[in-house]
Each structure stands twice: as structure tokens, then as C-alpha cells.
């Protein structure tokens, strides 16, 4: 599985809608202000995350079960950024909505930016026919509160081309995430 270039991704963002709305060149700067780059990338894309949040809380004290997520887990927080608590985690999405070719599956890295200062970015893989926009999981492993940026690139994704046609994929499995917007907590 080769690893796409720039020219892939511009090529499949435009003529296939496969990211949308789509930066075909890196952005480093916005009206004058610097930024954490988003858009095209030598072969990778740098994904910016949206104003909605979901801020984890303990103060329901319940526990964590992804069978049975209680939502009150979550403070909704909308905003050009959130403080994350020390030791805790936000959940948010990408700006992005994607649509997953059939033959590409696609893996999400975080940003070293983020990473350089303890945030980690957890996203699982984009399989093959998925589509939507990603959920994205920020932890702040810092002893401190730490910030991210709303509309700024949090994340790096990286599409992985096979030569062949997988024979099951994510919309034929009727995947549970299918088709999701807006931050998607656990569903069983």
C-alpha cells in the first residue's frame, strides 16, 4: 500500500469530494495571524478541528463503559478553543466532512505541535467507504490545563492506496458511523 502524494490527494479532493471543504495548499497564516498549518501537505493532509466541543467531566462520578456511555460525562463547550483540565480529555471534530474511496484506507497522526507540549490526538482508522466527519480525542497528559485551537490543524491524515479492492467495506458492513456529523460519542 503506497503512501498518496500531494497530487493524489488534490486530485481525489476536487474531482471526488473525498474532503470537504478542502485547503489544497498548506496554510501557515490567516489574516495576518500565525496558525497551527492546516491543508495539503507532501503526502498527508493536516486536519483542522471544529468550535464544538465535549469537555469530560467527573462530575457525575460514573464510570466510563462504552457499552452504556453516559452523556452527562460531557460539558458542551463551543468556542475558538478549549481548556482541556490537567490529566483529562475533550472530544471534538474535524471542519472536515470525508469520503473514503473504496480502495484507500487512511491513518491519523497527531501534530508534533500538539504533541511537543503533551497533547495527544487519538483518532481510529478512516476505512474504506467511511464517510463523515472525524471524531476526534485530545488528552492533555500535563499536570496543567492545556489549550487547542479551533479551526487550526490538529491533526496529520495519511492515505494508504491498495492495489486491489478490499471485499467488505465499512458502508457494506453498515458501519455505526457511518455518516456522522458533529462530535459521535461511543455507540454500541
Known sequence: MPVKSDRWIRRMALEHR???????????????????SFGTSSYGYDI????????????????????????????????DHCVIPPNSFALARTMEYFR???????????KSTYARCGI???VTPLEPEWEGHVTLEFSNTTPLPAKIYANEGVAQVIFL???????????????????QRGVTLPRI
Open 161 to 179: 492506496e491498495s492495489d486491489e479492492v478490499c471485499e467488505t467495506s465499512y458502508r457494506d458492513r453498515g458501519g455505526k458511523y457511518q455518516g
Open 120 to 122: 495527544i490526538v487519538n
Open 18 to 36: 473525498m474532503i470537504e471543504p478542502f485547503e489544497p495548499d498548506l496554510v501557515r497564516e490567516v489574516a495576518g495571524r500565525k496558525v497551527v
Open 48 to 79: 483542522r478541528c471544529s468550535n464544538d466541543f465535549k469537555l469530560f467531566t467527573n462530575l457525575n462520578s460514573t464510570i466510563v463503559d462504552p457499552k452504556r456511555f453516559d452523556e452527562k460525562s460531557f460539558v458542551d463547550v463551543k468556542g
Open 100 to 110: 473514503i474511496p473504496r480502495n484507500v484506507l487512511v491513518l491519523c497522526l497527531g
